[in-house]
């Protein structure tokens, strides 16, 4: 099982807003940044978000991240088709010493 | 503009060993740390193994220690990823990716895939 908790999928419609959770610990939410990845079917993940909030350049400001405690968020609004991909979040372990990952939500545009 | 590109993957037999290569290419390749990150058929990200720009440091995940090897050449601009000893269970694709201040991958290759089967 995943170290980082992430619900396995999530729904909602175009143009609509959903939000995706992120739930760790002290060790590794607690103590280090998040980051949110995109993985569109068949291709490599990219990074959406960085250090809990900001976003790489040609990321657009429809994606949003946050973190409280232990736990973070990303946010997508005006959702689109061209969304439907698997999200990840990450961070590191200080305990554990590496990244660990969330198990990946997948995201429907219904 | 960055380019990771990862080579040598194929099928190999259980208890076999495999070399996986990474070239880079866009950044100076010994100011970045680097990792090795997998992802079964149909499954989640796993994180397996880090090295610094100096080859220094280097971390392995519980699940490949004492089996795998990360290494890197900055005179040839490539990430190395020796498997020995695999396992039906390390059947994935592996990716080569650029490492932030240790906390977050800003550049994944595409990636190249590991099938242990006898």
């Known amino acids: 099982h995943s170290v980082l908790t992430q619900p396995p999928s999530v729904s909602s419609a175009p143009g609509q807003k959903v939000t995706i959770s992120c739930s760790g610990s002290?060790?590794?939410?607690?103590?280090?940044?998040i980051s949110w990845y995109q993985q569109l079917p068949g291709t490599a993940p990219k990074l959406l978000i960085y250090?809990?909030?900001k976003r790489p350049s040609g990321i657009p400001d429809r994606f949003s991240g946050s973190k409280s405690g232990t736990s973070g968020t990303l946010d997508i609004t005006g959702l689109q088709t061209g969304d439907e991909a698997d999200y990840y979040c990450?961070?590191?372990?200080?305990?554990?010493?590496?990244?660990?990952f969330g198990g990946g939500t997948k995201l429907t545009v219904l | 503009e960055v380019q990771l590109v990862e080579s040598g993957g194929g099928v190999v037999q259980p208890g076999g060993s495999l070399r996986l290569s990474c070239v880079v290419s866009g950044f100076i390749f010994s100011d970045y740390s680097m990792n090795w990150v997998r992802q079964a058929p149909g499954k989640g990200l796993e994180w397996i193994s880090y090295i610094s720009g100096g080859s220094t440091t280097r971390y392995y995940a519980d699940s490949i220690k004492g089996r795998f090897s990360i290494s890197r050449d900055n005179v040839k601009n490539s990430l190395i990823l020796q498997m020995n000893n695999l396992r039906d269970e390390d059947t994935a694709v592996y990716f080569c990716?650029?490492?932030?201040?240790?906390?977050?991958?800003?550049?994944w290759g595409q990636g190249t895939l590991v099938t242990v089967s006898s």
């Open positions: 002290s060790s590794n939410i607690g103590k280090n940044f």
């Open positions: 990450g961070t590191w372990d200080s305990s554990l010493r590496g990244l660990v």
């Open positions: 990716a650029r490492d932030r201040v240790g906390t977050y991958i800003d550049y």
């Open positions: 250090d809990n909030n």
